[in-house]
C-alpha cells in the first residue's frame, strides 16, 4: 500500500477537485503546436513552432523556422520575435505591465494564429515549511513541505506550483500543481506538496509559485486529466482545449513567480 494513503485521504478535503473535461481527437493531420511563454523573472518571449499529428506525439513533431511571430501590448505596440533555430523564436528583456493583456501572433503559410493572455500581479511565497510524518506498515517516514503565501483579497487568483528536489525541477505535466482561490481568496495558503514519495533530512526543496490567468488554469488542469495523475497516458491521448485560434495547439503563458528554498533539518 503506498504509504502515503492516509496522509493524502486526511488532506484530501482541503484540496478541490477538477472537472475532467472531455476533449476530442487531433491526430489525423499534421497541425500547427505553438508553444509561448513570457517569464518576467527574465524578461523573456520564447516561442517554440511545430507541426505534428498529435500534441502528446512528440516523436512526430517537425520545426517551423519560417513563421513571422511578433507579440502586441495592450496599448497596441507590436514587437517582432526573431528566429533564433531548433523551431525556437525569442527576445529578450521585453518590459512586463503587470495587470494587462499581452497578444502572440504567428503566421505560418499564410495563416495567422493568435492566442491572448493575462499578465496579473506576482503573489509573493512567504516560505516553505515541512512536518514528519511516521511510515506507515514497517515503511519508512518522512517529510511533507507546505507552500505558504497570502492570497489577495477579493482577487480572482489562478497558480500553477513547480517543485524541485535536491536541484532537479519537476515541471513535467504529472509532477506540477495548480490552485485556484476559490475557498481561500484573502486568505493564508498553506499548501501540502509531495512527489511519489516522503522527503528525507537534509532535501534541498525549492518551490516556484506561478501567478497564471484563467485560461492558462484550465488548460493546465485539463492537460493533467488527459496524462494521468501517475505519470501515465489516459486511454485515448486527446488534445487539451487550447488559448490559440485557428485550431492551432499548444498555448500561450504570460505570468510573473516567486521562489523560495530550503534544507530539511531535523
Not at 523573456?44 to 513563421?67: E, M, P, W
Amino acid at each position: 500500500m503506498n504509504k502515503l494513503f492516509y496522509f493524502l485521504f486526511t488532506i484530501s478535503i482541503l484540496i478541490s477537485c477538477q472537472k475532467v473535461i472531455n476533449v476530442d481527437l487531433n491526430e489525423a493531420n499534421p497541425n500547427i503546436v505553438i508553444e509561448g511563454i513570457y517569464t518576467t523573472e527574465d524578461s523573456t518571449v520564447r516561442v517554440k513552432i511545430s507541426l505534428t499529428s498529435s500534441y502528446f506525439n512528440s516523436s512526430a513533431s517537425t520545426i517551423v523556422d519560417g513563421a513571422d511571430v511578433s507579440i502586441t501590448d495592450f496599448s497596441g505596440l507590436t514587437t517582432n520575435i526573431p528566429y533564433i533555430g531548433n523551431g525556437i523564436y525569442e527576445i529578450e528583456n521585453y518590459i512586463p505591465i503587470f495587470n494587462s493583456t499581452y497578444t502572440l501572433n504567428v503566421t505560418n503559410d499564410g495563416v495567422t494564429y493568435s492566442a491572448q493572455c493575462d499578465l496579473t500581479d506576482i503573489v509573493p511565497l512567504n516560505d516553505i515549511t515541512y512536518e514528519l510524518f511516521p511510515g506507515f506498515f514497517g515503511e519508512d517516514g518522512g517529510y511533507v513541505v507546505y507552500l505558504n503565501f497570502n492570497d489577495p483579497i477579493n482577487i480572482t487568483n489562478h497558480y500553477q506550483i513547480v517543485l524541485s528536489l535536491n536541484g532537479e525541477e519537476f515541471s513535467d505535466l504529472n509532477e506540477t500543481f495548480t490552485q485556484d482561490d476559490i475557498f481561500t481568496d484573502g486568505n493564508p495558503v498553506s499548501r501540502p506538496l509531495f512527489l511519489n514519495d516522503f522527503f528525507q533530512e537534509n532535501d534541498t526543496i525549492g518551490m516556484e509559485l506561478r501567478s497564471i490567468d484563467k485560461d492558462i488554469y484550465y488548460y493546465l488542469n485539463e492537460a493533467i486529466s488527459i496524462v494521468g495523475a501517475n505519470g501515465a497516458s489516459a486511454a485515448a491521448p486527446a488534445n487539451p482545449n487550447s488559448n490559440w485560434n485557428n485550431n492551432a495547439l499548444g498555448y500561450f503563458s504570460a505570468y510573473g513567480n516567486s521562489r523560495k528554498e530550503t534544507i530539511i533539518i531535523p
